[in-house]
C-alpha cells in the first residue's frame, strides 16, 4: 500500500463545525476519525480519540465561533493528544482563524494573533489550512507552513449566477481600507468601483495607538544635548467627514465585499447612504459570516437585500432569524487542499491568479 493512500487520512473533528468536518470527509470519501471532545463537571476540556492514529495524516477541522476560547483549547488539546499518539502528521483546517483582528499592536496590548500561532505549533500543529485571514502578513507568525486559501472564486459566481442583470452593478467599498478587494472584484467582473469616505463610528483602523507616558520632568541640570523649545509635537487627531459617496450608485446594484461580517452597523449604516444615493439593489458578499449580537435583526430592518457568506462559521440560527443571509458551500476548496497536501501535489491551481491585492 502506498504510503499517501486515502486510508492514511484521518479527519477529527471539534465542536466548532462538525457540519463541516461531515462535508469535507464525504467528498474526500473517507470516514470520520472517531474522537469525543466534552466538557467536565469543572469546565475542563477532555479529548479522547478512540481509534489508532499512529503513523496517521491527522486532519482537525476546527473554526471559530463565538465560543472562541474553548474553540481554540479544543483544537490545542486534540492536536497535543494526537503529537503524543505518534501520528504522523497535524494538519490544522481552521477556515476562519480566531483572534486575526488583533494582529495589530493596541496601546499597552499585545499581538494575539502572534501568541496564538506560538500555540499553535507548539501544541503539534505542522500546517495550517486557513481561508481569508483578516491580514495576509499573519502567515509569518507561524513557524509551520501556512495556506490562505481564498473564498473569491465562490462569490465572483455566485456574482454571475444569481444576481440579474450584474452587469448594472458597481463594487463598493465600505471603508478606504477595503478598497483594494473592492477593486479586485470589479477587475474580474469588469465593473465600476464605488467607496464610502467616513463613517458614523470609529474604524478599527483608527483608533489611537500608542502609550499615553506622562510628560517627562524637565532636569534642573542643563545638558550638552540641545533642547526643543516646542517640545515633542503632537499627532493632530484625525477629524472624519460626514459619510459619504465617492463614486456613482444612482440606478445601479449595489454590492459591498469584506471578508468578515461581525458587527452589521457600519454595514448597515452604509447601505442607508448607499439607498439614499439611488441604489435600488444592495448586496454584502463576505467570507466569514460571524453575525455576532442582534445581527439578523439589524439586517432583517435594514435596506440590505440580501447578504452571503460562505460556510466557514456555522450560522444555521441567524438564517432562521434573517431570510436575507444566503450561505455558500466551500468545502470543495477545503476538500481539495487536503487532497493536494496529503498526495503531495502542487498548490498552485488552488492560487491561480491570486493577486497581492486578493
Known amino acids: 500500500m502506498e504510503s499517501n493512500s486515502t486510508s492514511d487520512i484521518v479527519i477529527l473533528s471539534g465542536n466548532s463545525h462538525p457540519e463541516l ?19 467536565k463537571t469543572n469546565r475542563e ?34 492536536a497535543y493528544a494526537c503529537k503524543t ?36 505549533c507548539k501544541s503539534g500543529l505542522t500546517h495550517i489550512i486557513t481561508m481569508d485571514l483578516h491580514q495576509k502578513e499573519i502567515q509569518g507568525f507561524y ?62 483602523s483608527d483608533e489611537v495607538d500608542g502609550r499615553y507616558s506622562p510628560p517627562c520632568i524637565p532636569s534642573v541640570d542643563r545638558s550638552r544635548t ?7 509635537p503632537v499627532h493632530p487627531a484625525k477629524e472624519k467627514p460626514p459619510i459619504n459617496v465617492v463614486g456613482d450608485v444612482g440606478g445601479r446594484i449595489a454590492i459591498m465585499v469584506d471578508d468578515m461580517i461581525d458587527d452589521v452597523q457600519s ?27 442582534d445581527a439578523p435583526r439589524l439586517i432583517e430592518d435594514s435596506p440590505i437585500d440580501e447578504v452571503v457568506v460562505t460556510n466557514t462559521v456555522p450560522h444555521e440560527l441567524q438564517k432562521m432569524q434573517c431570510n436575507k443571509i444566503k450561505t455558500i458551500d466551500i468545502s470543495v ?10 498526495n503531495k501535489e502542487s498548490m498552485s491551481y488552488l492560487f491561480k491568479n491570486v493577486t497581492l491585492e486578493d
Open 21 to 39: 468536518a461531515d462535508l469535507i470527509a464525504d467528498r474526500l470519501g473517507v470516514r470520520k476519525g472517531g474522537c469525543s471532545v466534552y466538557h
Open 267 to 293: 454595514f448597515v449604516a452604509a447601505a442607508e447612504v448607499l439607498k439614499e444615493c439611488g441604489a435600488y439593489k444592495i448586496y454584502v458578499l463576505a467570507t466569514h459570516g460571524l453575525l455576532s449580537s
Open 226 to 232: 540641545m533642547d526643543v523649545s516646542v517640545g515633542v
Open 143 to 204: 513557524d509551520c507552513p501556512v495556506d490562505n486559501l481564498r473564498a473569491s472564486p465562490f462569490l465572483l459566481q455566485y456574482i454571475q449566477e444569481s444576481i440579474p442583470d450584474y452587469r448594472n452593478s458597481v463594487i463598493v467599498a465600505r471603508n478606504p481600507g477595503s478598497a483594494k478587494k473592492a477593486t479586485s472584484y470589479a477587475e474580474r467582473l469588469r465593473l465600476g468601483i464605488a467607496v464610502i469616505h467616513g463613517e458614523q463610528k470609529e474604524a478599527e
Open 85 to 120: 499518539s505518534s501520528a504522523r502528521s497535524i494538519v490544522g483546517v481552521i477556515p476562519y482563524l480566531p483572534y486575526s483582528k488583533q494582529c495589530k499592536m493596541r496601546k499597552r496590548g499585545c499581538i494575539v494573533t502572534k501568541l496564538l500561532a506560538q500555540m499553535m
Open 333 to 342: 476548496l477545503l476538500s481539495e487542499a487536503i487532497r493536494r497536501i496529503h
Open 45 to 78: 476540556t477532555m479529548v479522547e480519540i478512540a481509534d489508532s492514529i499512529r503513523g496517521k495524516n491527522i486532519y482537525i477541522v476546527q473554526t471559530g465561533t463565538k465560543d472562541v476560547n474553548n474553540n481554540i483549547m479544543e483544537l490545542l488539546i486534540m
